[in-house]
Protein backbone atom coordinates (compact mmCIF):
# COMPACT_ATOMS: atom_id res chain seq x y z
CA UNK A 1 0.00 0.00 0.00
CA UNK A 2 0.88 3.88 -0.46
CA UNK A 3 1.56 5.27 3.16
CA UNK A 4 0.29 8.68 4.04
CA UNK A 5 2.63 11.51 2.96
CA UNK A 6 5.05 12.44 5.77
CA UNK A 7 5.92 16.44 6.27
CA UNK A 8 9.69 15.67 5.09
CA UNK A 9 9.10 13.10 2.52
CA UNK A 10 6.12 11.31 -0.78
CA UNK A 11 5.99 7.84 -1.70
CA UNK A 12 6.21 7.43 -5.50
CA UNK A 13 5.85 4.20 -7.58
CA UNK A 14 9.01 3.79 -9.80
CA UNK A 15 10.77 1.22 -12.35
CA UNK A 16 14.03 0.41 -11.16
CA UNK A 17 15.69 -2.58 -12.68
CA UNK A 18 12.61 -3.94 -14.57
CA UNK A 19 10.72 -4.05 -11.50
CA UNK A 20 7.93 -1.97 -10.12
CA UNK A 21 9.27 -0.47 -6.85
CA UNK A 22 7.87 2.42 -3.86
CA UNK A 23 10.71 4.81 -3.68
CA UNK A 24 11.21 7.35 -1.29
CA UNK A 25 11.69 11.04 -3.10
CA UNK A 26 12.90 14.04 -1.24
CA UNK A 27 10.56 17.07 -1.50
CA UNK A 28 10.62 20.95 -0.81
CA UNK A 29 10.87 21.46 2.93
CA UNK A 30 7.43 24.28 2.22
CA UNK A 31 5.25 21.17 1.87
CA UNK A 32 5.44 20.78 5.27
CA UNK A 33 1.74 19.93 6.47
CA UNK A 34 -0.10 20.68 9.80
CA UNK A 35 -1.10 18.01 12.24
CA UNK A 36 -5.14 18.39 10.89
CA UNK A 37 -3.76 17.78 7.19
CA UNK A 38 -1.91 15.26 8.16
CA UNK A 39 -4.28 13.41 10.36
CA UNK A 40 -6.81 14.18 7.08
CA UNK A 41 -4.32 12.44 4.52
CA UNK A 42 -4.45 9.31 6.67
CA UNK A 43 -7.65 8.92 7.03
CA UNK A 44 -7.84 9.32 3.05
CA UNK A 45 -5.36 6.55 2.85
CA UNK A 46 -7.73 4.61 5.14
CA UNK A 47 -10.73 5.09 2.99
CA UNK A 48 -8.20 4.45 -0.07
CA UNK A 49 -7.14 0.95 1.16
CA UNK A 50 -10.86 -0.33 2.37
CA UNK A 51 -11.89 0.73 -1.37
CA UNK A 52 -9.04 -1.05 -3.32
CA UNK A 53 -10.15 -4.44 -1.12
CA UNK A 54 -13.30 -3.89 -3.24
CA UNK A 55 -12.20 -2.24 -6.27
CA UNK A 56 -8.40 -2.96 -7.14
CA UNK A 57 -6.44 -0.59 -9.22
CA UNK A 58 -2.71 -1.16 -9.67
CA UNK A 59 -0.43 1.48 -9.43
CA UNK A 60 0.40 3.11 -13.04
CA UNK A 61 4.28 2.66 -13.99
CA UNK A 62 6.14 5.52 -13.64
CA UNK A 63 10.21 5.06 -15.23
CA UNK A 64 12.51 7.59 -14.05
CA UNK A 65 14.50 8.97 -16.44
CA UNK A 66 17.93 11.06 -17.00
CA UNK A 67 14.94 13.82 -18.62
CA UNK A 68 12.31 13.57 -15.40
CA UNK A 69 9.80 10.87 -14.20
CA UNK A 70 7.35 9.45 -16.83
CA UNK A 71 4.12 8.17 -15.70
CA UNK A 72 2.17 5.50 -18.17
CA UNK A 73 -0.48 2.70 -17.60
CA UNK A 74 -0.61 -0.98 -18.23
CA UNK A 75 -2.44 -2.76 -21.11
CA UNK A 76 -2.66 -6.21 -20.85
CA UNK A 77 0.95 -7.33 -19.72
CA UNK A 78 2.89 -4.29 -21.05
CA UNK A 79 3.39 -0.80 -19.64
CA UNK A 80 2.83 2.15 -21.98
CA UNK A 81 3.96 5.76 -22.21
CA UNK A 82 2.05 7.80 -25.17
CA UNK A 83 3.02 11.24 -25.35
CA UNK A 84 6.62 11.49 -24.49
CA UNK A 85 8.20 15.01 -25.80
CA UNK A 86 11.21 14.70 -27.60
CA UNK A 87 12.40 18.01 -28.88
CA UNK A 88 11.00 21.49 -28.38
CA UNK A 89 8.14 22.69 -30.36
CA UNK A 90 8.95 23.47 -33.78
CA UNK A 91 6.78 26.45 -33.93
CA UNK A 92 7.21 30.64 -33.74
CA UNK A 93 10.95 31.39 -34.13
CA UNK A 94 11.39 27.49 -34.18
CA UNK A 95 9.42 26.63 -37.25
CA UNK A 96 11.81 25.26 -40.47
CA UNK A 97 14.72 25.28 -38.36
CA UNK A 98 16.87 21.35 -36.99
CA UNK A 99 14.42 20.20 -34.44
CA UNK A 100 16.02 21.36 -30.66
CA UNK A 101 16.71 18.60 -27.69
CA UNK A 102 13.87 18.85 -25.00
CA UNK A 103 14.95 20.04 -21.86
CA UNK A 104 14.88 18.42 -19.10
CA UNK A 105 11.55 18.27 -16.60
CA UNK A 106 10.51 18.33 -12.71
CA UNK A 107 7.13 17.17 -12.54
CA UNK A 108 6.02 14.21 -13.59
CA UNK A 109 5.34 13.56 -17.25
CA UNK A 110 1.85 11.98 -17.75
CA UNK A 111 2.38 9.92 -20.71
CA UNK A 112 -1.02 8.66 -21.12
CA UNK A 113 -2.55 10.16 -23.92
CA UNK A 114 -1.31 10.55 -27.91
CA UNK A 115 0.59 13.77 -28.65
CA UNK A 116 -1.02 15.84 -31.58
CA UNK A 117 -0.33 14.23 -34.94
CA UNK A 118 1.77 16.53 -37.16
CA UNK A 119 0.27 18.53 -39.78
CA UNK A 120 -0.81 16.03 -42.41
CA UNK A 121 -0.36 17.10 -46.55
CA UNK A 122 -2.98 19.39 -47.69
CA UNK A 123 -5.22 18.57 -45.67
CA UNK A 124 -6.69 21.46 -43.48
CA UNK A 125 -8.40 20.46 -40.00
CA UNK A 126 -9.30 22.58 -37.17
CA UNK A 127 -8.84 19.54 -35.03
CA UNK A 128 -7.20 19.89 -31.90
CA UNK A 129 -5.58 16.21 -32.32
CA UNK A 130 -3.12 18.30 -35.76
CA UNK A 131 -0.85 20.72 -34.61
CA UNK A 132 2.61 21.80 -35.29
CA UNK A 133 3.65 20.80 -31.71
CA UNK A 134 3.92 17.18 -32.83
CA UNK A 135 7.42 15.67 -32.01
CA UNK A 136 6.32 12.82 -29.57
CA UNK A 137 6.61 9.61 -29.05
CA UNK A 138 5.52 6.52 -27.69
CA UNK A 139 7.13 3.51 -25.77
CA UNK A 140 5.49 0.17 -24.89
CA UNK A 141 7.42 -2.04 -22.47
CA UNK A 142 7.09 -5.30 -20.77
CA UNK A 143 6.16 -5.47 -17.43
CA UNK A 144 8.49 -7.68 -16.22
CA UNK A 145 12.14 -8.47 -16.81
CA UNK A 146 13.38 -12.02 -16.71
CA UNK A 147 16.20 -11.11 -14.51
CA UNK A 148 17.69 -7.36 -13.00
CA UNK A 149 20.24 -7.66 -15.52
CA UNK A 150 18.48 -8.84 -18.78
CA UNK A 151 17.81 -6.10 -21.29
CA UNK A 152 15.17 -6.22 -23.97
CA UNK A 153 16.32 -5.46 -27.83
CA UNK A 154 14.11 -2.36 -29.38
CA UNK A 155 12.03 -2.04 -32.36
CA UNK A 156 12.03 1.52 -33.36
CA UNK A 157 9.12 2.04 -35.85
CA UNK A 158 8.87 4.84 -37.86
CA UNK A 159 5.10 5.41 -40.10
CA UNK A 160 4.81 5.84 -43.72
CA UNK A 161 2.55 8.27 -45.40
CA UNK A 162 4.74 9.63 -48.56
CA UNK A 163 6.21 12.12 -46.05
CA UNK A 164 3.16 13.96 -46.21
CA UNK A 165 0.55 11.76 -44.43
CA UNK A 166 0.37 9.45 -41.16
CA UNK A 167 0.76 8.58 -37.83
CA UNK A 168 1.40 6.21 -35.03
CA UNK A 169 -1.91 5.91 -33.60
CA UNK A 170 -3.03 4.09 -36.78
CA UNK A 171 -1.12 1.20 -34.78
CA UNK A 172 -3.05 -0.89 -32.40
CA UNK A 173 -1.59 -1.19 -28.74
CA UNK A 174 -2.91 -4.16 -27.58
CA UNK A 175 -1.64 -6.24 -31.23
CA UNK A 176 2.12 -4.23 -30.10
CA UNK A 177 1.84 -5.93 -27.01
CA UNK A 178 0.75 -9.16 -28.12
CA UNK A 179 3.19 -9.67 -31.16
CA UNK A 180 6.41 -7.71 -29.85
CA UNK A 181 6.26 -6.87 -26.02
CA UNK A 182 5.05 -9.84 -25.03
CA UNK A 183 7.92 -11.68 -26.14
CA UNK A 184 10.39 -9.27 -24.67
CA UNK A 185 11.08 -6.51 -27.12
CA UNK A 186 10.63 -2.75 -26.79
CA UNK A 187 8.59 -1.11 -28.91
CA UNK A 188 9.18 2.81 -30.02
CA UNK A 189 6.74 4.27 -32.58
CA UNK A 190 7.58 8.23 -33.23
CA UNK A 191 6.18 11.61 -35.19
CA UNK A 192 7.88 13.34 -37.50
CA UNK A 193 7.65 16.46 -39.73
CA UNK A 194 5.75 16.07 -42.97
CA UNK A 195 5.22 18.30 -46.18
CA UNK A 196 5.98 21.50 -46.04
CA UNK A 197 7.01 21.56 -42.37
CA UNK A 198 9.29 18.71 -42.64
CA UNK A 199 10.84 18.96 -46.14
CA UNK A 200 10.64 22.01 -48.27
CA UNK A 201 13.97 23.28 -49.23
CA UNK A 202 15.14 26.34 -50.93
CA UNK A 203 17.96 24.22 -52.24
CA UNK A 204 20.70 25.88 -49.92
CA UNK A 205 21.96 26.18 -46.58
CA UNK A 206 19.19 28.78 -45.52
CA UNK A 207 16.82 26.00 -45.80
CA UNK A 208 17.95 22.62 -46.81
CA UNK A 209 15.21 20.30 -46.27
CA UNK A 210 15.06 16.98 -44.59
CA UNK A 211 14.06 18.41 -41.56
CA UNK A 212 11.56 15.55 -41.03
CA UNK A 213 15.01 13.05 -41.21
CA UNK A 214 16.44 15.43 -38.95
CA UNK A 215 13.27 15.23 -36.48
CA UNK A 216 13.81 11.47 -36.91
CA UNK A 217 17.39 11.48 -35.66
CA UNK A 218 16.83 13.58 -32.61
CA UNK A 219 13.92 11.12 -31.87
CA UNK A 220 16.71 8.23 -32.32
CA UNK A 221 19.12 9.97 -29.86
CA UNK A 222 16.70 10.80 -27.05
CA UNK A 223 15.28 7.10 -27.42
CA UNK A 224 19.42 5.75 -26.72
CA UNK A 225 18.89 8.30 -23.57
CA UNK A 226 16.09 7.34 -21.95
CA UNK A 227 15.88 3.31 -22.69
CA UNK A 228 18.45 2.55 -20.27
CA UNK A 229 15.88 3.36 -17.82
CA UNK A 230 13.15 1.18 -19.40
CA UNK A 231 15.27 -2.02 -19.78
CA UNK A 232 16.44 -1.58 -23.23
CA UNK A 233 19.33 -2.14 -24.83
CA UNK A 234 20.62 0.68 -26.97
CA UNK A 235 22.71 -1.89 -28.59
CA UNK A 236 20.44 -4.20 -30.27
CA UNK A 237 17.70 -1.21 -31.68
CA UNK A 238 16.45 -2.40 -35.07
CA UNK A 239 15.10 0.79 -36.73
CA UNK A 240 12.02 -0.35 -39.13
CA UNK A 241 9.97 1.19 -41.30
CA UNK A 242 7.08 1.06 -44.15
CA UNK A 243 6.42 3.21 -47.24
CA UNK A 244 8.30 6.38 -46.40
CA UNK A 245 9.12 5.31 -43.21
CA UNK A 246 11.16 2.74 -44.96
CA UNK A 247 12.98 5.20 -47.09
CA UNK A 248 13.61 6.99 -43.97
CA UNK A 249 15.21 4.07 -42.64
CA UNK A 250 17.55 3.49 -45.95
CA UNK A 251 18.19 7.35 -45.53
CA UNK A 252 19.13 6.92 -42.14
CA UNK A 253 21.66 3.91 -42.58
CA UNK A 254 23.72 6.07 -44.56
CA UNK A 255 23.48 9.06 -42.85
CA UNK A 256 27.01 9.82 -41.14
CA UNK A 257 24.42 11.69 -38.05
CA UNK A 258 22.43 8.17 -37.43
CA UNK A 259 23.91 5.22 -39.02
CA UNK A 260 26.35 4.18 -35.99
CA UNK A 261 23.32 4.77 -33.85
CA UNK A 262 21.49 1.19 -34.72
CA UNK A 263 21.75 -2.20 -35.05
CA UNK A 264 20.08 -3.34 -38.21
CA UNK A 265 17.01 -2.52 -40.21
CA UNK A 266 13.76 -3.65 -41.17
CA UNK A 267 12.17 -1.70 -44.71
CA UNK A 268 9.22 -2.43 -45.41
CA UNK A 269 8.01 -1.67 -49.10
CA UNK A 270 10.64 1.54 -49.42
CA UNK A 271 13.52 2.59 -50.41
CA UNK A 272 16.01 6.11 -50.43
CA UNK A 273 16.56 4.99 -54.02
CA UNK A 274 12.96 5.41 -55.19
CA UNK A 275 11.82 8.40 -57.11
CA UNK A 276 8.99 9.85 -54.50
CA UNK A 277 11.68 9.18 -51.17
CA UNK A 278 14.46 11.48 -53.27
CA UNK A 279 13.74 12.55 -56.94
CA UNK A 280 14.63 15.46 -58.32
CA UNK A 281 11.91 17.13 -59.02
CA UNK A 282 11.92 19.32 -55.44
CA UNK A 283 12.55 22.39 -57.01
CA UNK A 284 10.14 23.26 -59.07
CA UNK A 285 7.65 21.77 -55.74
CA UNK A 286 8.96 24.10 -53.72
CA UNK A 287 9.01 27.20 -55.78
CA UNK A 288 5.90 27.09 -56.67
CA UNK A 289 4.92 26.54 -52.56
CA UNK A 290 6.74 30.06 -51.87
CA UNK A 291 5.49 31.39 -54.33
CA UNK A 292 1.59 30.55 -53.59
CA UNK A 293 1.97 31.91 -50.06
CA UNK A 294 3.32 35.10 -51.33
CA UNK A 295 7.08 34.79 -49.70
CA UNK A 296 8.64 34.93 -53.07
CA UNK A 297 11.59 37.11 -52.66
CA UNK A 298 15.00 37.72 -53.85
CA UNK A 299 17.25 36.04 -50.87
CA UNK A 300 16.51 32.71 -49.18
CA UNK A 301 16.95 34.34 -45.73
CA UNK A 302 13.91 36.48 -46.83
CA UNK A 303 12.00 33.64 -47.57
CA UNK A 304 12.55 31.93 -44.52
CA UNK A 305 11.23 35.07 -42.74
CA UNK A 306 8.47 35.22 -44.38
CA UNK A 307 7.33 31.84 -44.01
CA UNK A 308 7.44 31.63 -40.39
CA UNK A 309 4.42 34.64 -40.40
CA UNK A 310 2.25 32.38 -42.25
CA UNK A 311 -0.34 30.80 -40.70
CA UNK A 312 -1.46 26.94 -40.71
CA UNK A 313 -4.31 27.70 -43.08
CA UNK A 314 -1.82 29.74 -45.50
CA UNK A 315 0.42 27.20 -45.32
CA UNK A 316 -2.00 24.67 -46.29
CA UNK A 317 -4.07 26.81 -48.99
CA UNK A 318 -0.42 27.32 -50.71
CA UNK A 319 0.21 23.43 -50.77
CA UNK A 320 -3.34 22.62 -52.52
CA UNK A 321 -2.48 25.00 -54.93
CA UNK A 322 1.10 23.68 -55.54
CA UNK A 323 -0.05 20.08 -56.09
CA UNK A 324 -3.28 20.39 -57.92
CA UNK A 325 -1.67 19.56 -60.99
CA UNK A 326 0.71 17.74 -59.84
CA UNK A 327 1.53 14.46 -62.04
CA UNK A 328 3.92 12.49 -61.17
CA UNK A 329 4.26 8.90 -60.23
CA UNK A 330 3.49 9.13 -56.69
CA UNK A 331 2.55 11.98 -55.87
CA UNK A 332 5.10 13.56 -53.18
CA UNK A 333 5.99 16.96 -53.83
CA UNK A 334 8.37 17.68 -50.60
CA UNK A 335 10.32 14.58 -49.56
CA UNK A 336 14.29 13.72 -49.05
CA UNK A 337 17.06 15.37 -50.96
CA UNK A 338 21.28 15.29 -50.85
CA UNK A 339 21.33 18.48 -48.36
CA UNK A 340 25.22 18.43 -48.18
CA UNK A 341 24.35 17.56 -44.16
CA UNK A 342 22.09 14.88 -43.37
CA UNK A 343 22.72 13.15 -46.79
CA UNK A 344 25.82 14.89 -47.69
CA UNK A 345 26.08 12.69 -50.98
CA UNK A 346 23.96 10.19 -53.37
CA UNK A 347 23.28 7.59 -51.28
CA UNK A 348 25.35 5.13 -53.08
CA UNK A 349 28.04 6.92 -52.53
CA UNK A 350 27.43 7.34 -48.77
CA UNK A 351 27.71 3.43 -48.88
CA UNK A 352 31.11 2.95 -49.04
CA UNK A 353 31.62 4.50 -45.85
CA UNK A 354 28.64 3.37 -43.82
CA UNK A 355 29.21 0.49 -41.37
CA UNK A 356 27.05 -3.17 -42.32
CA UNK A 357 23.72 -3.87 -40.66
CA UNK A 358 22.14 -6.73 -41.27
CA UNK A 359 18.60 -5.38 -43.26
CA UNK A 360 15.15 -7.00 -44.83
CA UNK A 361 13.90 -5.20 -47.55
CA UNK A 362 10.91 -6.31 -49.44
CA UNK A 363 7.74 -5.22 -51.23
CA UNK A 364 3.83 -6.35 -52.11
CA UNK A 365 3.53 -8.43 -55.08
CA UNK A 366 1.06 -5.73 -56.44
CA UNK A 367 2.32 -2.90 -54.31
CA UNK A 368 0.06 0.12 -56.07
CA UNK A 369 -3.06 -2.12 -56.50
CA UNK A 370 -4.84 -0.43 -53.61
CA UNK A 371 -3.73 3.14 -54.76
CA UNK A 372 -4.75 2.41 -59.02
CA UNK A 373 -8.33 1.07 -57.86
CA UNK A 374 -8.60 3.43 -54.86
CA UNK A 375 -8.01 6.55 -57.56
CA UNK A 376 -4.99 7.97 -55.07
CA UNK A 377 -3.72 10.43 -58.04
CA UNK A 378 -6.32 11.72 -60.32
CA UNK A 379 -4.08 12.33 -62.93
CA UNK A 380 -1.50 9.47 -63.61
CA UNK A 381 -3.27 6.36 -61.65
CA UNK A 382 -6.68 6.74 -60.82
CA UNK A 383 -8.89 4.03 -62.53
CA UNK A 384 -11.51 3.74 -59.77
CA UNK A 385 -14.91 2.33 -60.44
CA UNK A 386 -16.85 2.08 -62.36
CA UNK A 387 -14.02 2.78 -64.90
CA UNK A 388 -12.55 -0.33 -64.07
CA UNK A 389 -14.20 -2.66 -66.69
CA UNK A 390 -13.62 -0.22 -69.64
CA UNK A 391 -10.12 0.20 -69.11
CA UNK A 392 -8.02 -2.11 -72.23
CA UNK A 393 -5.06 -1.62 -73.49
CA UNK A 394 -5.58 1.60 -75.21
CA UNK A 395 -5.61 2.72 -71.76
CA UNK A 396 -2.81 0.96 -70.49
CA UNK A 397 -0.44 2.69 -73.45
CA UNK A 398 -1.95 6.15 -72.28
CA UNK A 399 -0.83 5.46 -68.54
CA UNK A 400 2.78 3.88 -69.99
CA UNK A 401 2.96 7.36 -71.76
CA UNK A 402 2.74 9.04 -68.98
CA UNK A 403 6.05 7.37 -67.77
CA UNK A 404 8.14 7.67 -70.71
CA UNK A 405 7.49 11.42 -70.93
CA UNK A 406 10.63 13.06 -71.70
CA UNK A 407 12.52 9.87 -71.61
CA UNK A 408 13.63 9.19 -75.07
CA UNK A 409 13.80 5.69 -76.34
CA UNK A 410 11.87 4.54 -73.20
CA UNK A 411 8.46 4.98 -74.58
CA UNK A 412 8.33 1.58 -77.32
CA UNK A 413 10.52 -0.52 -74.69
CA UNK A 414 7.59 0.29 -71.76
CA UNK A 415 5.03 -0.93 -74.64
CA UNK A 416 6.96 -4.38 -75.79
CA UNK A 417 7.33 -5.19 -71.78
CA UNK A 418 3.84 -4.38 -70.36
CA UNK A 419 1.86 -3.87 -73.16
CA UNK A 420 2.65 -6.20 -75.68
CA UNK A 421 3.11 -9.19 -77.10
CA UNK A 422 -0.40 -10.02 -78.42
CA UNK A 423 -1.06 -12.10 -81.27
CA UNK A 424 -3.28 -10.36 -84.23
CA UNK A 425 -6.59 -9.51 -83.27
CA UNK A 426 -6.03 -11.28 -79.22
CA UNK A 427 -7.38 -8.71 -77.22
CA UNK A 428 -6.37 -7.93 -72.91
CA UNK A 429 -9.45 -8.11 -71.13
CA UNK A 430 -9.82 -5.19 -68.36
CA UNK A 431 -8.24 -7.13 -65.78
CA UNK A 432 -5.11 -8.13 -67.39
CA UNK A 433 -4.55 -4.29 -68.41
CA UNK A 434 -5.36 -3.62 -64.58
CA UNK A 435 -2.72 -5.64 -63.97
CA UNK A 436 -0.21 -4.69 -66.09
CA UNK A 437 -0.71 -1.10 -65.30
CA UNK A 438 -0.09 -1.87 -61.62
CA UNK A 439 3.08 -3.77 -62.39
CA UNK A 440 4.73 -1.20 -64.42
CA UNK A 441 4.38 1.74 -61.70
CA UNK A 442 4.86 -0.95 -58.67
CA UNK A 443 8.12 -1.79 -60.18
CA UNK A 444 9.01 1.96 -60.62
CA UNK A 445 8.27 2.78 -57.03
CA UNK A 446 9.50 -0.14 -55.17
CA UNK A 447 10.60 -3.51 -56.85
CA UNK A 448 13.20 -1.50 -58.70
CA UNK A 449 15.05 0.51 -56.26
CA UNK A 450 14.44 -2.35 -53.56
CA UNK A 451 16.49 -4.55 -55.64
CA UNK A 452 19.21 -2.09 -56.60
CA UNK A 453 19.63 -0.91 -52.87
CA UNK A 454 19.78 -4.68 -52.17
CA UNK A 455 22.54 -4.98 -54.89
CA UNK A 456 24.29 -2.11 -53.48
CA UNK A 457 24.33 -3.43 -50.31
CA UNK A 458 25.39 -6.94 -51.05
CA UNK A 459 28.18 -5.53 -52.65
CA UNK A 460 29.28 -3.99 -49.48
CA UNK A 461 29.07 -6.60 -47.64
CA UNK A 462 25.89 -6.30 -45.84
CA UNK A 463 23.41 -9.36 -45.08
CA UNK A 464 20.11 -8.53 -47.09
CA UNK A 465 17.04 -10.70 -46.81
CA UNK A 466 14.73 -9.79 -49.47
CA UNK A 467 11.18 -11.02 -49.39
CA UNK A 468 8.21 -10.94 -51.52
CA UNK A 469 4.52 -10.94 -49.43
CA UNK A 470 1.93 -12.88 -52.01
CA UNK A 471 -0.92 -13.67 -48.82
CA UNK A 472 -3.73 -11.64 -49.00
CA UNK A 473 -7.24 -11.51 -46.85
CA UNK A 474 -9.78 -13.66 -49.44
CA UNK A 475 -12.94 -10.81 -47.90
CA UNK A 476 -15.70 -10.13 -50.14
CA UNK A 477 -14.30 -6.56 -50.50
CA UNK A 478 -10.93 -7.77 -51.97
CA UNK A 479 -12.60 -10.85 -53.89
CA UNK A 480 -14.45 -8.15 -55.65
CA UNK A 481 -11.83 -6.64 -57.15
CA UNK A 482 -10.96 -6.61 -60.74
CA UNK A 483 -6.89 -7.40 -59.54
CA UNK A 484 -5.78 -9.86 -56.63
CA UNK A 485 -2.85 -9.85 -54.60
CA UNK A 486 -0.87 -7.93 -52.04
CA UNK A 487 -1.24 -4.67 -52.21
CA UNK A 488 0.83 -1.47 -50.35
CA UNK A 489 0.98 -1.64 -46.65
CA UNK A 490 -1.06 -5.47 -46.49
CA UNK A 491 1.17 -6.20 -43.62
CA UNK A 492 0.80 -3.17 -41.32
CA UNK A 493 -2.46 -5.15 -39.93
CA UNK A 494 -1.54 -8.30 -38.98
CA UNK A 495 1.93 -6.45 -37.33
CA UNK A 496 0.58 -3.62 -35.31
CA UNK A 497 -3.57 -4.17 -36.00
CA UNK A 498 -3.88 -1.28 -38.10
CA UNK A 499 -7.10 -0.45 -39.90
CA UNK A 500 -6.83 -2.04 -43.41
CA UNK A 501 -7.68 -0.42 -46.52
CA UNK A 502 -9.75 -3.44 -47.50
CA UNK A 503 -11.10 -5.54 -44.62
CA UNK A 504 -9.51 -8.46 -43.76
CA UNK A 505 -10.90 -11.68 -42.31
CA UNK A 506 -10.46 -13.16 -38.89
CA UNK A 507 -9.81 -16.58 -39.54
CA UNK A 508 -7.21 -19.84 -40.28
CA UNK A 509 -5.23 -18.26 -42.83
CA UNK A 510 -5.23 -14.42 -41.37
CA UNK A 511 -3.88 -16.13 -37.89
CA UNK A 512 -1.46 -18.22 -39.64
CA UNK A 513 -0.24 -15.56 -41.84
CA UNK A 514 -0.26 -13.18 -38.73
CA UNK A 515 2.43 -15.86 -36.85
CA UNK A 516 4.81 -16.32 -40.15
CA UNK A 517 5.46 -12.43 -40.66
CA UNK A 518 5.62 -11.66 -36.54
CA UNK A 519 7.75 -14.61 -36.26
CA UNK A 520 10.15 -13.48 -38.85
CA UNK A 521 10.57 -9.96 -37.63
CA UNK A 522 10.58 -11.00 -33.88
CA UNK A 523 13.71 -13.33 -34.81
CA UNK A 524 15.62 -10.94 -36.43
CA UNK A 525 15.23 -8.39 -34.12
CA UNK A 526 16.27 -10.62 -31.14
CA UNK A 527 19.39 -12.27 -33.23
CA UNK A 528 19.96 -11.12 -36.51
CA UNK A 529 18.88 -13.51 -38.51
CA UNK A 530 15.37 -14.28 -39.51
CA UNK A 531 13.82 -17.60 -39.38
CA UNK A 532 9.79 -18.82 -39.67
CA UNK A 533 9.42 -21.91 -37.73
CA UNK A 534 12.16 -24.64 -38.81
CA UNK A 535 12.76 -22.38 -42.22
CA UNK A 536 15.80 -20.50 -42.31
CA UNK A 537 15.58 -17.14 -44.73
CA UNK A 538 18.72 -16.99 -46.38
CA UNK A 539 20.71 -13.45 -47.11
CA UNK A 540 21.25 -12.96 -50.73
CA UNK A 541 24.65 -13.57 -52.02
CA UNK A 542 26.85 -13.59 -54.88
CA UNK A 543 25.92 -16.40 -56.19
CA UNK A 544 22.73 -16.28 -55.46
CA UNK A 545 22.00 -12.42 -55.64
CA UNK A 546 17.98 -12.64 -56.15
CA UNK A 547 17.12 -14.86 -53.54
CA UNK A 548 14.02 -13.96 -51.44
CA UNK A 549 11.68 -15.03 -48.98
CA UNK A 550 7.69 -15.61 -50.48
CA UNK A 551 5.85 -14.23 -47.38
CA UNK A 552 2.71 -16.47 -47.49
CA UNK A 553 0.69 -18.66 -45.78
CA UNK A 554 3.38 -21.26 -46.20
CA UNK A 555 6.26 -19.51 -46.70
CA UNK A 556 9.35 -21.35 -48.67
CA UNK A 557 12.97 -19.50 -50.23
CA UNK A 558 12.45 -18.80 -53.76
CA UNK A 559 15.36 -17.51 -56.55
CA UNK A 560 14.17 -14.98 -58.89
CA UNK A 561 12.98 -12.08 -57.05
CA UNK A 562 10.31 -10.09 -59.08
CA UNK A 563 12.96 -12.04 -61.76
CA UNK A 564 10.95 -10.70 -65.23
CA UNK A 565 10.94 -6.86 -64.22
CA UNK A 566 14.26 -6.61 -63.07
CA UNK A 567 15.67 -7.91 -66.31
CA UNK A 568 13.77 -5.73 -68.27
CA UNK A 569 15.19 -2.76 -66.36
CA UNK A 570 18.46 -3.57 -65.57
CA UNK A 571 19.47 -5.84 -68.76
CA UNK A 572 17.13 -4.15 -71.57
CA UNK A 573 16.13 -0.36 -70.76
CA UNK A 574 19.24 0.75 -68.80
CA UNK A 575 21.40 -0.18 -71.59
CA UNK A 576 19.41 1.23 -74.14
CA UNK A 577 18.32 4.22 -72.27
CA UNK A 578 20.77 7.15 -70.79
CA UNK A 579 20.94 6.51 -67.18
CA UNK A 580 21.01 10.32 -66.88
CA UNK A 581 17.67 10.55 -68.72
CA UNK A 582 16.20 7.85 -65.78
CA UNK A 583 16.99 9.77 -63.13
CA UNK A 584 13.61 11.05 -62.40
CA UNK A 585 12.43 7.33 -62.30
CA UNK A 586 15.49 6.35 -60.19
CA UNK A 587 17.37 9.43 -59.21
CA UNK A 588 20.90 7.54 -57.95
CA UNK A 589 21.42 6.10 -61.15
Not at 163 to 188: E, T
Not at 279 to 290: K, P, Q
Request: aromatic share 12%.
Amino acid sequence: MFLPLKCTSHWICARQQGKIAIKRAKIDKKCVLGLRVRMFQALLSVVALISSLFHPNPVDPIVITPYGAIEGFELDSANVFLGIRYAKAPNGDLRLEKPEKVEQWTDTLQAKEYGPMCLQGTRLTDSEDFNEDCLFMNIVVPKERTSNTAKFPVFFFIHGGGFQFGSPRDYNLSVIAQNFVNKGIIFVSIQYRLGTYGFLTTEDTVLPGNLGLWDQKVALDFAREILPSFGGDIDRITVGGESAGAASVSAMALSPHTRDNFAQAVQISGSIFASFAMGNDSYEYNRRFIEAIGCYAFSSMEVKTCLKKKSVKEFFEAAGQTTTDFDALFGVPFHPRVDGDFLPAEPSVLMDSAPVKPTISGVNDKELGGFVLDGFNKSYIDVTWPFWNSFDRSGLLEKLKITSQHIPNLDDLLVQFYADPIEPGETRNSSECLTKHIQSISDISFVIPAYLEAQEKLSHGWPVYLYITSFYSKSPQKMSLPVKGSFHSNELPYLFGNKPRFPILDNEASRQFMKNIVDAYFSFIKTGKPTIESLQWKPISKAEDDAYLSLDLKCTMKEGFMRKSIKFWTKEVMNVVDKTKLKPLFPDL
